[in-house]
């Protein structure tokens, strides 16, 4: 049943309102000024303080698609997510905190300099695969507030193996190969089997 009592009134344009909301587990929740824009979406939402007029609380609203509920800051730094190495791929266990909003991947460079090379939003998979081989990877942990948590270990995937170097060609291929025990090779311009003795 629909109750037209809420229906927004024709020419009512602040009834809906474009937001910056961050999704966790499926539900919206308000960005602050803080919240760092690479885990912001943006929207239409509809206005909280129209919503609030209309006598709905934010327990009634907060998990509805056409609204943000408020996300509590709790007001320390995220921990440091615990990283390690799968088949290739860094990975780690999501934040228990529930004002994290998501994770900072870096790749450090020899100076101890980082670079941020992913941002993982809160619900998408902990992993990061595009892994260089000999490159270090940190990971930190972002709370709706902008906070960082310190850097995880680092973590690196081995480096390559060293190749062999390719045979020689041309002229002096064959020069530090050693010449059979008995004196017969092709590069003596022997090419006769050795004698029977």
């Known amino acids: 049943m629909y109750n037209t009592k809420f229906t927004p009134k024709e020419g009512e344009e602040n009834d809906l309102t474009e937001g910056r909301f ?4 499926g539900r919206r929740y308000a960005a602050l000024e803080t919240t760092p824009e690479e885990f912001v979406t943006r ?11 209309w ?14 509920a408020p ?19 860094l990975v780690w266990s999501g934040r228990s905190e529930r004002d994290v909003i998501g994770y900072r991947v870096y790749e450090l460079d020899h ?5 941020v090379v ?26 709706i507030a902008g906070r960082e948590s310190a850097p995880s270990a680092s973590v690196s995937l081995p480096s390559a193996a ?3 170097p390719p045979a020689q060609k041309g002229d002096d291929a064959g020069n530090n190969r050693q010449p059979p025990a ?9 090419t006769q089997p050795p004698a029977s003795r």
């Open 22 to 25: 961050v999704i966790i587990d």
């Open 43 to 53: 929207g239409v939402i509809a206005n909280p303080d129209v919503l609030s007029e």
């Open 55 to 68: 006598g709905i609380s934010d327990a009634d609203w907060a998990s509805a698609d056409f609204a943000a």
């Open 71 to 89: 996300l509590e800051d709790n007001g320390r730094d995220p921990a440091s997510p615990s990283v390690r190495l799968n088949g290739g791929q």
């Open 111 to 115: 100076t101890g300099g980082r670079r």
């Open 118 to 143: 992913a941002v993982i939003k809160r619900g998408e998979a902990t992993a990061f695969s595009a892994l260089k081989p000999g490159a270090a990877y940190c990971v930190t942990a972002v709370d």
């Open 162 to 164: 060293p190749h062999e």
């Open 182 to 190: 008995d004196g017969n090779n092709a590069a003596n311009g022997n």
